[in-house]
């Protein structure tokens, strides 16, 4: 059944205050309600020209207990936006014109308002404490809405849960606002976290990735920001963020979550493990490990066992859950990184709780959800995302680099987003070589499309398939070919590990940095 049928507009307020009025007087109380504050304030906007601009953005008409009040105050803020002057005589104007002047008490009452109070001096405290008596009465209209569904046998007990989630969220979202900040505040702000920079000598102001060259540029993953990594399937998305999820986690200690809608938490635990004990993944998928690797397995897991690594494998995720989940695990493990893989499987919900428009509109709403989850809880948010098949269309191997407008099926990700990473595998279109003449293979490029705050450019890196992890070109010694049978006789590197590596790092388009520059 359907949890709320809502008309919109006037039969919406009435039908709502009609449902409130009989729950609280079954329970013997009025609702919670200031009318003596109500006319106050009410009267003060149409006594000085500058209350209003005061309490803008803190009320609204249905903030106000009394119809006859939000008709008055509708009145006062249509006045505000044909930017009109407030005083008695226009606001009656308006009523008349707008047809409710006698519904709301007529001239004098409207009169009468303004000897309520003698100055605006204290108005916003008014209208902040008439703004709880609402987030009161709307708590009250949900939670009895909730009690109700809930003794229905009809009802779908998620589209209950979603629905109190959703009324929850959105009485927060509209209604508890951050007050806007002076500047000498927001400079004192400045300061702090710059004194707190300076005594860092790695040059990270954020959570780092474990790759050089990408921290070098971003400083590592900001708080606040969403973080699009976009790459056409086998281009090693996941590969990239789990391997970004174990430097955070085994190396730096920074609590992270991965919500993996494609792959469950063993299938990527198995990838981790094959990275971090550098067998090869088919191995570790099959079981086909001999002693010697069984050993060097477990002499390798120790430090990822520790890690503060969370991994969330819900199948179908949708916007509410996802942010609800987040809450509750940034409340219980201080999370610093937030991981999706990947975007285009989660689900938007309308403001009917059903599918929201086409699919273009729901990956806008999914886009802007991850935005205000990475500024709620002042982490970053990584979110994978597939690419449109015009990669694949356009002519000549170098027209295989991925481009802003390859982004699939909404432009909102790329507005939304604060950086925009693209994976590029040259090998994987069979280009074994550069313009420069220098080998392509286990060549993995990540380019910095978009970056809000900072630079962009490409940073090349070794993509190392059979233990499906990203490193360092300065860090790789080219993986072993083999490894000694015996385990006794210790592991040792084949004869080709003292070879000189045929891959030449290519350095970042977007910088030359000096020998001055701080190492990483």
């Not at 047809?99 to 309520?116: F, P």
């Not at 003794?151 to 927060?172: P, Q, R, V």
Request: glycine share 8%; with cysteine.
């Amino acid at each position: 059944m359907s949890i709320e049928n809502e008309q919109g507009g006037k039969g919406n307020i009435l039908s709502r205050k009609a449902r409130l009025t009989s729950t609280v007087s079954s329970m013997g109380k009025l609702p919670p309600q200031a009318l003596d504050l109500e006319e106050a304030v009410l009267g003060a906007l149409m006594l000085e020209k500058d209350a209003l601009s005061a309490v803008i953005d803190i009320l609204k008409p249905e903030i106000f207990y009394q119809e006859s009040h939000q008709k008055i105050f509708a009145a006062i803020h249509m006045l505000f936006e044909k930017s009109k002057p407030v005083d008695i005589l226009t606001v009656t104007a308006e009523l008349r014109q707008m047809g409710t002047l006698e519904m709301v008490g007529g001239a004098y009452y409207i009169t009468n308002l303004t000897n309520r109070v003698a100055s605006a001096a204290n108005i916003e405290y008014h209208a902040r404490i008439i703004s709880q008596k609402y987030i009161q009465r709307e708590l009250i209209r949900i939670s009895t809405d909730i009690i109700t569904n809930a003794y229905e046998d009809t009802t779908d007990i998620f589209d209950l849960l979603d629905h109190a989630e959703k009324g929850l969220f959105d009485i927060a979202q509209n209604n508890l606002r951050r007050d806007t900040q002076k500047m000498d505040d927001i400079i004192k702000q400045s300061l702090a976290t710059l004194e707190e920079l300076r005594t860092k000598t790695d040059g990270l102001t954020g959570v780092p990735t474990g790759f050089t060259g990408l921290d070098r540029i971003t400083g590592g993953w900001q708080k606040q920001d969403l973080v699009i990594i976009a790459a056409r399937p086998a281009m090693g998305k996941t590969a990239f963020v789990l391997t970004c999820a174990r430097n955070a986690t085994v190396d730096f200690q920074k609590p992270t979550v991965v919500f993996s809608l494609e792959m469950s938490s063993v299938q990527l635990v198995n990838r981790l493990i094959s990275g971090e004990a550098e067998i090869e993944q088919e191995k570790i998928r099959k079981g086909n490990l001999q002693e010697w690797e069984w050993q060097q397995l477990h002499s390798k897991i120790g430090r990822l066992t520790e890690a503060p690594l969370l991994i969330d494998d819900t199948p179908a995720l949708n916007i509410f859950e996802f942010r609800a989940k987040c809450r509750r695990l940034k409340s219980q493990y201080d999370i610093q990184l937030v991981i999706v893989d990947y975007l285009q499987l989660m689900h938007g919900k309308g403001e009917n709780g059903k599918g929201g428009g086409n699919r273009e509109q729901e990956i806008g709403s999914i886009s802007r959800a991850l935005k205000s989850v990475a500024k709620e809880l002042d982490v970053p948010v990584l979110a994978l995302s597939q690419l449109s098949r015009a990669v694949e269309s356009r002519p000549g191997l170098q027209g295989k680099r991925p481009m802003l407008s390859d982004l699939r099926e909404s432009g909102s990700i790329e507005q939304d987003a604060d950086m925009v990473l693209f994976l590029y595998r040259p090998e994987y279109y069979g280009i074994t070589e550069d313009e420069q003449g220098r080998s392509q293979a286990g060549i993995g490029e990540v380019i910095i499309a978009k970056h809000r705050n900072g630079e962009t450019g490409i940073v090349p890196l070794r993509f190392i398939g059979k233990f499906v992890k990203f490193t360092d070109l300065e860090e790789d010694f080219s993986a072993p070919t083999s490894f000694a049978a015996d385990p006794s006789a210790g592991m040792y590197p084949s004869k080709d590990f003292e070879k000189q590596s045929n891959v030449i790092i290519r350095p970042s388009k977007m910088d030359d940095y000096n020998d001055d520059d701080p190492p990483f």
